[in-house]
C-alpha cells in the first residue's frame, strides 16, 4: 500500500493533456493500486493519474457503499443525455466547492488494466464523477466549470468527502 502525494493547484501537470497507456504492465497495475490507496486516504470518490503526478490516460471512480471500483484506461466520451446542476469538490482544490453543470448520464468506453476494451454506462453522481475524471485526463479542471461556488457551510454533511 503507497499513498502518493496529491498534486495540488496550480500546477503545469494538472492542464496538461495526458498521454494514451500503451504498455499494460506491473507499472500500470501498481499506478492503479497507489491511486486507489491516496485516494482512499484522500476520503475521494475518484481520482486521475495526474493527480499523483503522473501524466497518462487513467482515472478511478468509486463511489463505495458497495459499488464497483471503476478503473478507466484511455477512456472516452461515447454519448451523454440530459443536464444536471450539482455541487463538486477535487482532491486538487482543497476547500474548494461549487456548482458544475454537467451531462446527467454518459457512457464510455475504456480499457481495463489488461488491456480489454469494456463499455459502462452511468447517471447522476457517477457520472459526474467519471466525466469530472475524464476533464483531468484532458487537462480541464473543475474550477473553470464552476458556476456558483459555494460554501462549506452550505454542504449537507455527506457532501464534504466528496471529492473527485
Ligand atoms: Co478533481
Keep these: 500500500m503507497t499513498i502518493r502525494t496529491v498534486v495540488k493547484n496550480p500546477n503545469e501537470i494538472l492542464t496538461r493533456k495526458t498521454t494514451k497507456v500503451t504498455k499494460f504492465n506491473q507499472e500500470l497495475s501498481t499506478l492503479l493500486e497507489d491511486m486507489y490507496d491516496t ?31 471503476i478503473e478507466m484506461v484511455n477512456p472516452e466520451v461515447l454519448e451523454t443525455e440530459g443536464l444536471e446542476v450539482e455541487v463538486e469538490g477535487c482532491l486538487s482544490f482543497p476547500e474548494l466547492y461549487g456548482e458544475v453543470e454537467r451531462p446527467f448520464s454518459v457512457r464510455i468506453k475504456a480499457q481495463e488494466r489488461d488491456g480489454t476494451w469494456y463499455e459502462l454506462e452511468a447517471e447522476d453522481y457517477e457520472a459526474r464523477a467519471i466525466l469530472h475524471e475524464i476533464d483531468h485526463l484532458d487537462g480541464i479542471l473543475f474550477d473553470s466549470k464552476i458556476i456558483r461556488v459555494v460554501d462549506p457551510s452550505e454542504l449537507e454533511p455527506q457532501e464534504e468527502d466528496e471529492f473527485v
Design 39 to 69: 485516494m482512499i486516504d484522500a476520503d475521494g470518490i475518484g481520482i486521475a493519474a495526474p493527480q499523483v503526478g503522473v501524466s497518462l490516460r487513467v482515472a478511478i471512480v468509486d463511489l463505495g457503499e458497495g459499488e464497483e471500483i
